[in-house]
């Protein structure tokens, strides 16, 4: 039997964000049928909240999550010496401990093996990084909800891929989020991969994309920026987006009401 809302709200203490506890179990639907389930990594990690759950699914010993966040106080966050009023953490204060932190590298007191690396998921001395304490292994769930910038997300996808094995899932957050850019990173990287892939629109209007990696696809970062990168008036952008085969932005709010009704 996988966590249930009871044992998320328990994990959390305090969930004040009030959706994140549904949104959270639509993704574990996908993570712990996963077989084999080892290792995690995490692009963008907020408070380490989301860190927990993956603790929680993973086995004790051989299990590995390794997080990746440029935020500078991203350890204080974790450990809870700042309390942060974030929208990607479902509650507000960090609650790990520090095991040891050499350079970029942190790692925490679990029996799980939980690291933390400082730095720019985009730079490939970063991944490089993470790569190192791999070790040779490959991700079996990969989780993006980093910066949402155009580029950034779609770099971080090019560099990470390797990483993640055939049949591993990827889990792309805001998938429906738009930031300055008239199109969000997020939706991009998403878009560009090939079917089959499913979009879970949950009690927000941003939506999850899901997709398990195919072996021959490779995601090229410059392709997809110069293939999805528009700028323009409202209507222009509803037109490009039906032009690349994009969801109707107003098709996909009305969607994720249906979802909010539903989970109501």
């Not at 909800?145 to 805001?174: I, K, N, P, S």
Request: aromatic letters at 10%.
């Amino acid at each position: 039997m996988g966590l249930t809302a009871q044992d998320l709200q328990k994990m959390w203490s305090e969930c004040y964000i009030e959706n994140f506890i549904p949104e959270m179990l639509g993704i574990l639907e996908h993570v712990e049928s996963l077989d084999p389930l080892k290792t995690i990594v995490e692009i963008g990690t907020g408070l380490g909240g989301s860190a927990r759950v993956w603790e929680a699914v993973l086995p004790p010993g051989e299990g590995m999550i390794i997080g990746v966040d440029k935020m500078g106080d991203i350890v204080e966050r974790w450990t809870g010496k700042v309390e942060a009023y974030t929208t990607c953490s479902p509650c507000r204060v960090g609650n790990w401990e520090v095991e040891w932190e050499k350079g970029p590298i942190v790692k925490f007191k679990s029996d799980r093996q939980v690291y933390l690396v400082k730095g720019d998921s985009s730079s490939p001395e970063t991944a490089e990084i993470v790569r190192g304490i791999l070790d040779g292994r490959q991700a079996d769930f990969l989780f993006h909800d980093g910066a949402h910038w155009f580029q950034t997300a779609c770099w971080d996808y090019e560099l990470f891929q390797d990483m993640l094995r055939t049949q591993g899932l990827l889990c792309v957050a805001d998938i429906g989020g738009l930031t300055e850019d008239p199109m969000s990173g997020c939706q991009a990287v998403y878009y560009a991969l090939p079917e089959p892939k499913s979009p879970k629109v949950r009690n927000h209007n941003q939506g999850m994309g899901i997709w398990y990696k195919q072996e021959d696809f490779v995601f090229d970062a410059q392709e997809t920026i110069d293939r999805f990168q528009v700028v323009g008036t409202d209507d222009e952008l509803q037109a490009r987006r039906v032009a690349i085969g994009l969801p109707n932005q107003h098709e996909q709010d009305r969607l994720a009401e249906l979802e909010r009704q539903r989970n109501k």
